[in-house]
């Protein structure tokens, strides 16, 4: 029986060599490092020590509170100077200089000199004090003798005790002894305490007055987050905002320069100040600012507007508590009441919140409107919320155009009579004859109006969303003339321009809202016929006064410094159908959402107040009728009629089927029949004798097929 044997222990002799020699290469060693210099060992050592959070925060401490006391000396001196000088009315009196206020530097040189011709009366009573200071010892110190010798007679014939009448001075003399001896106790002590305490007193004032430079203050102090507006501190963001002649002006009136200052005022999240600036420094100095002036005031820039108001030389400074506009605003009124009901000509539609908390509100009362920003920034939520008021007045007709065709606008189908929704060129062709046809109902009112002025017109509101699409649209009509496009020749432009121009006055309006506006998506005269002027967040200024205007602009509106992504729904305002604070030329509004959801809520209301609103669309062309034959028809005996004028009588014939026909689609029902328009004297006509000849071809067929 074999056995298994398990050795516990490795061998320690060599293996017996079964190949050949192995050759060893000895390696030396590497040198040794040298060894680090002492003085660069000391050197890390004093940097690691030196830039040790720890070792900044204690010198930071050491340099604060030392500096608390050195610069609380100098605040307690120049108090006291102030108190025994004439300097603090010689400030002011350059103040007002610098200020241009000549009325205020009179009445501080009269302070000055009452203050002057008392100080001479004090010193001269000074000449005479000493004699009459030792008069008044001399007697008060006899009435008083006098008057304990007399109290110790009353005692010694009280107690017939005749040294009784010396009793009342000797315990006097005993009491003043007494406070002798206090004094003796207790004034070495007070010299040893005395500096500590007034040098406390000190350290207690600069402490109060953050007397320390800002990189040795605590860091709450420092960062100044939330940190409340006091008139100090608007007077020293002003001093450091790097404009020489508002830095020297408010150096020259030292602690005065609160005199630029008007009162400071709670206004909704935040505080306003009026700033009249001083002789020398125009607005647009300090509105050019605006970044740095919210970095000293310890504000995000978002949170700092700067408007002008009528006064000269004045700026209004409003400033947000820090953080609060990024706090969403409350639901609309809308939404959270069911009764609500809208009122076109008198009523005001809830849009939001203006930056004081208030709540902002617009007139749409014969107003043209344009909203204009940014993609995704909140334009058409803007708009819609505008439409679903007035919907509520049930005597609010709307025809809608949404360019975008993302189903924004799709609550309003069974409430708008035309909803054209899509962003192909065959939609800014039904777009433009909406707005053409908004042009036609226009001049029909006119006409009435013309034969009786006292007609009244229910309202009739046209909205194009994403109007650049239409303006930017190369593709032209029959007649070779182009549907978007600036030119007088332009079909959609030439249409809004006639809305703008007289529509208002027959109550036949028209909304747009655009996207990133230039002079090729937004031409001037166009942007400048709307009354109601709205702005979200915008890349430039020059896209700024194309979308509000120079006066607002030039009025402090800002929509270009809001921020994109994050101020989202904020808008900057230019109407007067809107409460804005006076010497202002616009306001900012915080509008409220309304989602899909609550729109349709919104507008199932006011389906229900009405009596039922066919709504057209660009698919329904009356499929159930004949074009060819109604075409046949409206030709009657004419030989050939232009492209435009068959599309106009086949509305004539039948509103239903053909009022949102086009170009388009009159050529596709031709041409399938192969009785296509022709140019006739250089515009497109329609053949009688094509299309009898197409029906009667079409009826062959018919007959051939049915045999």
Known sequence: ??????HLHKPTD????????TVLTVVPDAPPARPVPLWVRSGHAVKTVATHEQTKTVVRAT?????????GGRIVARRAWDGRTGSRYERM???????????????WEERLQRFRAARHHRRMDLLHSPVEAAKGVAVGAGMSIGVLVALGVVMAINTGQVGDVITPLSATVDFIALLIRIVQIVWGPALTIGPFLALLALWSVGRKQHAAPAWALPANVRSGEGEPITPSIVVKALRDLGVPALTRAIKE?????AS?????????????????????VSTDEVQKRRKKLAENLTRHE????????????????????????????????????ETLTADYTKGKAPWGQDLRGDAAALSLYQRHLLITGLSNQGKTAALRALALWACLDRRVEFRIADLKGAGDWAMFDGLATVLIQGPADEQVIEATEMVESLVEEMNRRIEIRRRDPGAVFTPLIGIVDEAQVAFMCPVKDEDGRPYGGSKAISRYFMAVRKVHNQGRVVDVLLWEGTQDPTDQNLPKLVREGAHTRASLALGTESQARMALGDKA????AAPHLLRQGLDKGTLVVASDGIEIPAGQASITVRTHYINDEQATAITDRAKALRDGVTTLHAIDRGEERDPLADIATVLGNDTRVRTQEVINRLAALNADAYAGWSFIDLKRVLDAAGAEPYKSDGRMVVGRDRVARALADRDAEGSASAD
């Open 1 to 6: 029986m074999s056995e298994n044997v398990v």
């Open 14 to 21: 060599p293996p017996a060599p079964d190949t050949a020699p």
């Open 63 to 71: 340099a604060r509170h030392g500096l608390y006391t050195f610069n």
């Open 93 to 107: 009196i350059r103040a007002a200089e610098a200020a241009g206020n000549l009325e205020a530097a009179e009445e």
């Open 253 to 257: 009136m030292g602690d005065a320069g």
């Open 260 to 280: 630029m200052l008007g009162p400071i005022t709670i206004a909704g999240c935040g505080v306003e100040v009026d700033v009249t600036l001083p002789s020398g």
């Open 302 to 337: 978002h949170e700092v507007f700067i408007t002008i108001p009528q006064a000269a030389r004045t700026v209004r400074l409003w400033i947000a508590d820090s953080g609060a506009l990024d706090e969403p605003i409350g639901p609309s009124p809308l939404t959270t009441d």
């Open 553 to 556: 602009v030039d009025g402090g």
